[in-house]
């Protein structure tokens, strides 16, 4: 008999008022309104923690979403990610108030120049003890570009060779920069570090030009555990080359299935391990102790729910503004340079026709969730799994309500099944998932590691 797989569980949450299930700040029952106030992340973090969530997952962007209607008037109206504010300035206070959780924030490289994320990342590692996880994100947002100086959005897969450039980078500052015992510290001899063991990288490329060395010493897992999201096919070959987790939005397990073995089958032609990168899928919940009662509230859900907000995002985030066509208006007549892994996910929705945007509303929204008894939901949970999915990225409609339920009542069934795990295992967030602290030789960071010192021998 295998014996069980559990899944891992990632809370997936912005800091902002209004991130996926637009409509629901203004719900008296949920406490995201007051996004702002750093006490909401801190007691989300320790309820997470309590209930034994693997890690809390923020989203980010870094502009506005695309036109609506027009302009942008109903983002702002509808809170739709603005206001939002920076993720990773308060991971460092989820840090202090957790001891296990994982910390995972979302950035791209259009932010900020390498040598400075580097050294905020491993500051941000070093004080959680290893917990730190980086969702690398290649900003499709026009308005995104536009506040980072560039006259526009990049073309699709530009934006991912950027994405290599920048990643090459921080893989020498992390992994080659420093070599392990180079940090003495010793009182005794007075010496804090050993010079022969720190790099300079001298790393020139198209759009960066960094000496070196790392200003901060290795921390707990070096390089952060690598998250991805974006499923195109060279987003998956940039997931299967780099990230240690790739958080999917699969319409069903099967779809699930196909990207996974095709995405693993990647893996290995890096020369990596299949099992080298977990896949989380994207998921919410409606909980009830009857399916009539989950039912029930899923309708009440649904009447809750902004429409306009879910299509104003996901037109936002293709680039299109679908305020302007008609709701029977078919998807393939649409073509974007922003993200498609949305477009796919819709076409892989809708069997045997071209989905149009009434579908989009209809599915949007329902796509993704699980409805029914902790039971149900145990059972939907067991064939996500079987697809070959590591971990569930849980949506939420409010917080902490959303979570609060599921640990309550979905998590002791799913614990019963093998579908969960009791208690945390001990160390950094990497070798809770993967069983080592470090990037294993295989990956592509691993190349730099040792790289320099040869190189400043031979100078
Ligand atoms: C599930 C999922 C979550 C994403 N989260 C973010 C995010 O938080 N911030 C962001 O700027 N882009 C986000 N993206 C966008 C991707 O990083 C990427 O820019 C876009 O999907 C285009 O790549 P693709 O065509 O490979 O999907 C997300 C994409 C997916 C599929």
């Known amino acids: 008999m295998t014996p069980p797989r559990p899944l891992h569980f990632a809370a997936f949450v ?12 203004r719900a008296p029952d949920g406490d995201q309104i007051r996004f ?13 923690e309590a209930g034994g969530f693997d890690a809390i997952f923020f989203a980010d962007v870094v502009g506005l979403y695309g036109d609506y209607d027009g302009g942008w008037e109903h983002h702002a109206k509808l809170g739709l990610q603005i206001p939002s504010n920076d993720p990773l300035v308060i991971l460092s206070a989820l840090a202090s108030h957790t001891e296990h959780l994982g910390l995972a924030f979302t950035a791209g490289p259009i932010q900020e120049a390498p040598f400075n994320f580097a050294r905020r990342v491993s500051t941000l590692d070093h004080a959680s003890n290893g917990r730190i996880a980086w969702n690398i994100v290649t900003s499709a947002l026009e308005n995104g570009w536009r506040n980072f100086g560039h006259d526009g959005l990049l073309a699709h897969d530009d934006r991912y060779a950027w ?27 007075g010496v804090y570090a050993d010079p022969t063991k720190i790099h300079k990288i001298h790393h020139v490329s198209e759009r960066y030009r960094v000496e070196g060395p790392h200003l901060v010493a290795p921390s707990p897992q070096r390089t952060p555990l690598l998250f991805q999201a974006g499923s195109s096919p060279v987003g998956r070959d940039f997931a299967a080359r780099n990230a240690e987790a790739q958080f999917i939005v699969s319409p069903d397990p099967e779809n699930a299935r196909k990207l996974i073995d095709d995405t693993r089958r990647l893996v290995e032609g890096h020369g990596r391990h299949r099992d ?18 989950a039912r029930r509230k899923e309708a009440d859900l649904e009447e809750r729910i902004d429409i306009d907000g ?8 293709l680039g299109i503004d679908l305020g302007a066509y008609e709701a029977d208006t078919p998807i393939d007549l649409i073509h974007t340079e922003g993200g498609q892994s949305g477009l796919a996910w819709l076409r892989e929705s809708v069997d045997g026709r071209t989905p149009t945007l009434g579908d989009l509303t209809r599915l949007r929204a329902r796509g993704t969730r699980v409805v029914g008894t902790p039971e149900q939901i145990a059972d939907r949970l067991a064939q996500w799994r079987d697809a070959g999915v590591d971990g569930v990225n849980v949506i939420n409609q409010v917080i902490p309500g959303s979570y609060d339920e599921l640990i309550e009542h979905v998590f002791p069934v799913l614990r019963e099944r093998g579908l969960a795990r009791d208690g945390y295992a001990e160390g950094t967030l990497r070798r809770k998932l993967f069983g080592h602290d470090k990037l294993p ?19």
């Not at 912005?14 to 700040?25: K, Q, V």
């Open 310 to 317: 879910m299509i104003a995002h996901f037109g936002g985030s």
């Open 163 to 189: 994405a290599d450039e920048y990643l090459d980078v921080l893989y020498k500052l992390w992994e080659g920069s420093w070599d392990d015992g180079a940090l003495l510290a010793d009182r005794a001899s």
């Open 441 to 459: 030789d295989r990956h592509p960071a691993a190349q730099y590691r040792g790289a320099f010192a040869a190189a400043e021998v031979a100078a």
């Open 14 to 25: 912005m800091n902002t008022a209004s991130h996926i299930t637009h409509g629901l700040w």
């Open 36 to 48: 702002n106030d750093l006490d909401l992340w801190v007691d989300l973090a320790k309820r997470l």
């Open 276 to 293: 080298d990168l977990k896949f989380f899928q994207g998921l919410s919940f409606v909980v009830g102790s009857t399916e009539e009662e």
